[in-house]
Antibody
Framework: QVQLVESGGGVVRPGRSLRLSCAAS????????MHWVRQVPGRGLEWVAV????????YYGDSVKGRFTISRDNSKNTLYLQMNSLRAEDTAVYYC??????????????WGQGTTVTVSS | QSALTQPASVSGSPGQSITISCTGT?????????VSWYQQHPGKAPKLLIY???SRPSGVSNRFSGSKSGNTASLTISGLQAEDEADYYC??????????FGGGTKVTVL
């Protein structure tokens, strides 16, 4: 079945780096744009980044621009989020999400279970 | 990057209809028919209810409907049920390729 599985979360000190992965299965990964969304426990959703289906375009939220990099390997059906210069305020559950329709950006229909990133000294 | 504006809470009795508003700007809700709505129960990943303002993914109850007028999008839940008690978020594409979520609305079934 259609599935997204995030991994790579953990506890990291401020200023350090972490790379998240999102393994996709059950659909043609290479035809879908992909988003990263995060959520501080007890708080709302925050959009982090999007990458187009072919990796040609990438956009970031203001709070992570210049520190985070979204990428994908369509041959491995995997999405990545490289997080550098981590701050305490980056502590959150990170979700990858897929739009409802191929070649579209709209409507995040499939979500992973989330991976928790904790930035603390 | 300011969030879309949603009421913090909305409540209703079983069987009633409620509407959640989502107010944006000329950089997002006004110019893009990209508003989506999500339902999130505690400890769970969000679930897509509505996309492109008023489209429902397969499997989503027709008790959920969406609309937009000017800078405000709305989600209406008709025939409110106990299972509808959850947090609800809107989102929209914003100019220059980015996206934004609303602050979230807690729906309480009385």
């Amino acid at each position: 079945q259609v599935q997204l599985v995030e991994s790579g979360g953990g506890v990291v000190r401020p200023g350090r780096s972490l790379r998240l992965s999102c393994a996709a299965s059950g659909f043609t990964f290479s035809t879908y744009a992909m988003h990263w969304v995060r959520q501080v426990p007890g708080r709302g959703l925050e959009w982090v980044a999007v990458i187009y289906y072919d990796g040609s375009n990438k956009y970031y939220g203001d709070s992570v621009k210049g520190r985070f990099t979204i990428s994908r390997d369509n041959s491995k059906n995997t999405l990545y989020l490289q997080m550098n210069s981590l701050r305490a305020e980056d502590t959150a559950v990170y979700y990858c999400a897929r739009p409802v329709v191929a070649l579209s950006l709209y409507g995040m229909d499939v979500w992973g279970q989330g991976t928790t990133v904790t930035v603390s000294s | 990057q300011s969030a879309l504006t949603q009421p913090a809470s909305v409540s209703g009795s079983p069987g009633q209809s409620i509407t959640i508003s989502c107010t944006g700007t000329s950089s997002d809700v006004v110019v893009y028919n990209s508003v989506s709505w999500y339902q999130q129960h505690p400890g769970k990943a969000p679930k897509l209810l509505i996309y492109e303002v008023s489209s429902r993914p397969s499997g989503v109850s027709n008790r959920f409907s969406g609309s937009k007028s000017g800078n405000t999008a709305s989600l209406t839940i008709s025939g409110l049920q106990a299972e509808d008690e959850a947090d609800y978020y809107c989102s929209s594409k914003r100019t220059i390729g980015t996206w934004v979520f609303g602050g979230g609305t807690k729906v309480t079934v009385l």
